[in-house]
């Protein structure tokens, strides 16, 4: 499964329902994922994508360098 096609029932169990609606609507709305309105799927923008993969390493590297000194 990519981030073009991410099940909206995947994401139901994170919070109550009026959440996760409210949490999917404002990220859509913000243009920061699509979702279907036929399947209901949900697909990540490329710079949400690149930016979140790109987190994690930036944390590591900032975990790595305090460990340095």
Known sequence: MGPDSVP???VAGL???PTVN????VL???GMIG???VG??????R???AVTRG???AVRDEREFATRW
């Open 28 to 30: 859509a709305v913000y």
């Open 15 to 17: 919070a109550d329902l």
């Open 55 to 57: 987190s994690g390493r």
């Open 8 to 10: 909206a029932a995947l």
């Open 35 to 37: 979702v279907d309105p």
């Open 47 to 49: 710079l949400v994508q």
């Open 40 to 45: 209901g799927a949900i697909s990540v923008h």
């Open 22 to 25: 409210a949490a999917i609507g």
